[in-house]
């Protein structure tokens, strides 16, 4: 896989109070990476600074390729602007340099699989927190990034456009995008993440699994897929007649509940199990 | 660069900000040419320094407009925070550029000079508009959200540095002979007051023009420095 982009060394403090230290990160290509810790851990800092919008105090950004086509979601997209979604994103595109008649189109559709198509018309600063955050999100994918960079971006999404912007994302992770996402509690992307680091009191660590963790024996039926023994998560597969038993670890069962289910299964039943049976 | 301005203007115009400074101005205007004949030159320098003013009321709320998330995402999309502010700035001289025809052809439209606007005096007193307007944007650059997080700095510091550009010609024949030059430190708002004053308006070659390169040098270098000092604090 292609190095995307390399993070040495960044350290950042505002005013007295240092937000990250020596935090270094290689972003490789068609990756889903995910940046998880508790709030102030300067995980945000650490998004704005691989966007390339906040400057570190010292440390290097390299990306592979200049002029890097870069998508960003804010923690919190701005709230009071003026334009309705559509005349936003129209002049969003067009900064971008995306052809007139590609921008309509895109910008239709991504409007429709949104559901945002009936509020088009009003202003964003008519819009819910939720419809508000839509837009956040079809503004950094219109251009087709590169690298797409999500600050906690299922704040205010209801349960569609959650899987929708899953969706999108594996749609884009197959057209090489690289992903680098902040999320706080247990989430539907669990099943698409490559890498999980945490920030802990500005330092990046890699999510370790343990062997004292703990599994779970999923049953499933009618849920054929054979690349089931491609899921990282899945530890060990048994088929027995028409059900499908999947061992994964207690961490990753939920996303793997959800990937069955997404892919048409059913659970029997799910048990609690020892890592040595 | 053409798509942020248009997106600058739109949003300036949905945000209603530029009401108070262009409805001043055109008040400004209308009350100064109340009565009627006026000096042409000595009149046009006037109501340049009012664009001057009006210029920097602009440039502040311009560069208002986008909140700091927004003005971050822009910077992102358009892969370059000086083409941002480059735009921005470009926005507010369209926008002044359009308030100098108002102030260049209203006194002409309604018969408010003592005499008609020569090919000479038009052509100095328009360029005079303009760069005045340019450097009241230069000047607010620096006194604007991008450069000054307190807003009360913000003002108090532009009302300040407006106040005594204005008042330089005064504070110079007040100043000891050793500090006279201080003053070539103060934007030269009033610096082509004298020669215009003095000028009679016959011909293109009876006037100095160094007072207007040094407008054009000082405002291109603040607004240089703005730029730069603009994109390191990102």
Redesign the interface.
Known sequence: MKQLAELKNINKKYGKKKVLYDVSLNIKEKQVIAILGENGSGKSTFLRIAAGIERPDSGKILYAFKNMRTGYVPERFPKYLRFTPDEYLHYIGKINGIPEAILEQRISLLLRRFQLDKWSNRRINELSKGNIQKVGIIQAILQQPELLILDEPLSGLDISAQQELLSIISELKEQKTTVLLTYHEASIFEGIVDQTYYIRDGRLAEEMLTEKQGMKLIETKGFIDSDVEEWKEVLYSEKREDRLLLYVSSKNSNQILMRVLKSGGSIESVNSTDVNN | MK??I??SL??YV??HKYFPPISTFFVLILVFYTYKPNPIIDSYAITALFLFVISTWLCLSVLSL??P??R????????SSYRYYLAKLLTVALIAALLTVFAFLYPIIFNMFSDSVSPAVGFISFVNHLLLAVLGIGVAGFFSKVMMESAINAYGGLVLTIILSIAALGIENILPASFKYIVWLLPPATITQRQLIQWKGESLSGISYLPFLWIMIYAGVILLLFLILAKRR?
């Not at chain 2, 971050?72 to 892969?79: E, P």
Request: proline content about 0%; hydrophobic content about 35%.
């Open positions: 798509d942020l248009q997106y739109h949003d949905r945000s986008d909140s998330v927004q971050q995402l822009m910077i992102l999309h358009l892969g990102r």
